[in-house]
Structures are given as structure tokens and as C-alpha cells.
């Protein structure tokens, strides 16, 4: 698509705000250098804009959280349909740039702009639709982001690349079905949109993107169990998604993690931890995992398959997993020094290891692996887990 470059001329605009008078504030304008470190790729093809906006069914009551508007090719159309649009923006130069785009039209008092990073905030302004040609980088965390909120909104149409957007629709046993993909489809119902080839953006991307229309479960449809819980059974389950859940749970960070949540559900309900050791019967103990068993490979796999997947990023989460969760990782090998747990005959660890490995054979699911399990055989565990006061949060 053309553009018209600044003229390269002793005198001529030299600051990122500088235009000549009378030029136009748009993508197409060369106003500044575009920050790939920031995501950005402008949609210079107004027909995506169009598509994004109508397929977001906006209602003239609608607020609408923008993620990234650059310089505002989408939220000017957003803008036209809705109540009111907040456009969160980390870029201050794209923040000037949206607002000058919209001054001294009617439109201005409908839009709010927040500088800052939508993933540090702490939470995404309750809205009734989310629309972003999403900043790569933030993909995966924007959309934990979402279904993270109590009362997320009614539809989310987003721009990912290609390859994100297909981990958004996998199935279990696809290649490149994840955590991601379990909770996107617990949480919500996500479809595919629409194909957009790289040639629509400016500068071009390295690969393809798709939109996507997620439509979060809302009201009594959306599954009454905390996401935290759910997402924190998934870190476990996905951590190594070709082994069987056994071995999912055997390392001893893990159990660590547990043990720490038991003893905190005990006290919050007044359970002796003595009473529940009582419930452990001998057999029991036979079900015991060895926590020496960490590095081990248990289902006998090999595990280069696996290593090689994650080199290719197919299962790697934990580059985009939000901080919080990451946190929570660190924190736990640095608690697990400190914990019991370390000591196999450590009460409160004994009692955990039982109980893990009680649900993870009443369930049937022990020998399964995380890549083939559905939601339900997720669900199923959690609610298994619960029933023995067993956390992940
Ligand atoms: N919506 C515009 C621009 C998309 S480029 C269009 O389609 O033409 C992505 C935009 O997201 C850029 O303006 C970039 O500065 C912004 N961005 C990148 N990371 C962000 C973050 N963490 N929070 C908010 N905005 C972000």
C-alpha cells in the first residue's frame, strides 16, 4: 500500500510529532519508526479493520476495551458503534497519536486512553467486548488475562499469529493442544474468523495472523470453580504434557506446593492434621510416590520427542505465562528447601502423596497423559482433588 515518506530535506519534520501542516494523522503517514519490540505491526488494509469491528456485533451501549489502537485504524470504527471505547496503550507516541486522531470529532468523548502495559495492570477495565491486533508478545497472557476476570465480557474478537491461533482451537491428542487450549475452551468458546496474510500490515510481520472470536462462558453457564485452581491443576498436568499424570505429579516441588496448600486448607477448616493422617489406610501407602523420582524418566518415554517440541515452542508455556504464575513456580523450588516435603517421612507429606496418588487412581487417570485428557477429565480430577483438600492456588 503507499505511503508517503517524510521528505528527507534540511528543515523538514524531524521529531515523531513533527508533520507538515495539513498532513494527516494516519498509518499511512510516516510519522515515526514503528517498534517491533512492541508489536507493532499497523493494519493497513481497512477492510481487516472493518471485519474486526463488525464481528464484534457491537451494541450501541457497548464499552469497549481496545488493547494496543497504534495509531487507531481499529478504534475509529470501534468508536463509531460503541458507548464508549478504553484503549490501553503502551507506546505514549501511538497513546498522542490516537487522541490527536480523534480531536475535535464527536468521537473524542468516547475514548479513554490508559498508557501502560495492559498485562502489569491489575485488571482489564471491566468492559463489555475486547478487540486487539494483539501485540505478540502479550498473546498468551492477555487472553489468561481475560477469562481471569469475574465478569469477563461478552465477546473478544483478536488478531493472533497464526500458529497461537491454531493452539487456541487444538484438540487433545493435536500436536499443538496445551494448557492454553484446555482453558480457552473450558472458559469460553473460541472460533476461527478469518485468515490475514502478513502482506495487510505494515511493516510486515514474519508470519501470518488470524482473528479469532472468543466468547466467554457468562452468568451461570461459566463453571463455578476458581480459574486459579483449574489453571494451577493445568501448570502441573502440563509441565511435561507427554507424560502420564503420575509422573505429572510426582516431582517434589509439586508436592511441596501441596503439602503447603493442605496445611493452610487444614487450618482455614479446623481439620487436625493428625485426624487426616488417621484416614490413610496401609494400603494406602502402597500408592505412595517416591519423590526421588523427579529427574526420572517414569513412563519409560523418551523424552527427546518431547524436548524437541519444546525447543520448538509447541508446549513451551512458560515464555508467555503471565508473571504471577511464573512466581509461583520459582517460589515453590525456593520454599521446596525449606518444606517438609524434602523429608520422605515427613507427616503432612505423607498424607499428600496418598491422597494425589488416591485420586489420581479412583479417577482412572494415573497412567493418562495430559495431551489426551479433555476438559472433562480435567474437571473430573480437580473436583476428585477438592474432595480430598488437595489445592493449587
Ligand atoms: N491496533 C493498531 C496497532 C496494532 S500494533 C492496528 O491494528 O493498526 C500493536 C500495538 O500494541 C502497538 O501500538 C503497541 O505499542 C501496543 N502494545 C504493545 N504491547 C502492549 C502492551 N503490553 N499493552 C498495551 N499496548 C501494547
Redesign the pocket.
Known amino acids: 500500500m503507499g505511503k508517503s515518506k517524510t521528505p528527507k530535506r534540511p528543515g523538514a519534520a524531524s521529531g515523531p510529532y513533527d508533520r507538515k501542516p495539513g498532513a494527516k494523522a494516519t498509518?499511512n503517514t510516516n510519522i515515526f519508526k514503528?517498534?517491533k519490540d512492541?508489536?507493532?505491526?499497523?493494519?493497513?488494509n481497512p477492510g481487516?479493520?472493518d471485519a474486526?469491528v463488525e464481528k464484534a456485533y457491537l451494541k450501541p451501549t457497548d464499552v469497549v476495551v481496545?488493547?494496543?489502537?497504534?495509531?487507531?485504524?481499529?478504534?475509529v470504527r470501534a468508536l463509531e458503534k460503541a458507548k464508549k471505547l478504553i484503549a490501553?496503550?503502551?507506546?505514549p507516541?501511538?497513546g498522542a497519536e490516537v487522541t490527536k486522531r480523534v480531536q475535535g470529532t464527536p468521537l473524542a468523548k468516547k475514548l479513554e486512553v490508559i498508557l501502560?502495559?495492559?498485562?502489569?495492570?491489575p485488571e482489564i477495565p471491566p468492559c463489555d467486548a475486547l478487540i486487539?491486533?494483539?501485540?505478540y508478545?502479550?498473546s498468551s497472557p492477555?487472553i489468561f488475562k481475560m477469562l481471569a476476570m469475574p465478569n469477563p465480557p461478552r465477546v473478544a474478537v483478536l488478531?493472533f499469529q497464526r500458529e497461537f491461533a491454531k493452539r487456541l482451537v487444538a484438540k487433545p491428542g493435536d500436536a499443538l493442544y496445551s494448557r492454553l487450549s484446555v482453558n480457552v475452551n473450558f472458559w469460553a468458546t473460541c472460533k476461527h474468523i478469518m485468515k490475514v496474510g502478513k502482506q495487510n500490515?505494515?511493516p510486515p510481520p514474519k508470519v501470518e495472523s488470524d482473528v479469532v472470536r472468543i466468547e466467554p462462558l457468562l452468568g451461570s453457564a461459566r463453571p463455578n470453580i476458581a480459574f486459579e485452581e483449574f489453571d494451577g491443576l493445568l501448570r502441573i498436568a502440563f509441565n511435561r504434557k507427554n507424560k502420564t499424570l503420575r509422573a505429572a505429579f510426582a516431582p517434589k516441588e509439586i508436592i511441596g506446593m501441596c503439602e503447603r496448600n493442605y496445611k493452610v486448607y487444614c487450618s482455614i477448616n479446623n481439620i487436625p492434621i493428625d485426624e487426616s493422617l488417621a484416614d490413610i489406610s496401609v494400603g494406602d501407602e502402597d500408592l505412595m510416590m517416591d519423590s526421588g523420582d523427579v529427574e526420572m524418566d517414569i513412563d519409560g518415554d523418551d523424552d527427546a520427542q518431547e524436548k524437541d517440541e519444546e525447543a520448538g515452542g509447541l508446549d513451551d508455556e512458560d515464555e508467555d505465562m503471565p508473571a504471577f504464575f511464573k512466581e509461583v513456580g520459582e517460589d515453590a523450588k525456593d520454599k521446596d528447601a525449606k518444606t517438609p516435603s524434602r523429608n520422605p517421612k515427613s507427616k503432612v507429606g505423607l498424607i499428600v502423596r496418598a491422597k494425589i496418588a488416591k485420586v489420581l487412581n479412583a479417577t482412572g487417570l494415573a497412567e493418562k497423559r495430559s495431551r489426551q485428557c479433555d476438559q472433562n477429565d480435567f474437571l473430573k480430577l480437580l473436583l476428585a482433588f477438592h474432595e480430598e483438600g488437595i489445592h493449587f492456588s
Open positions: 498509518a514503528f517498534d512492541f508489536g507493532q505491526h499497523i493494519l493497513k481487516i479493520s474486526i481496545e488493547v494496543g489502537p497504534g495509531t487507531g485504524n481499529i478504534t490501553i496503550e503502551l507506546d507516541r501511538m501502560g502495559d495492559v498485562i502489569k495492570m486487539s491486533n494483539t501485540p508478545q502479550i492477555l488478531m500490515f505494515k
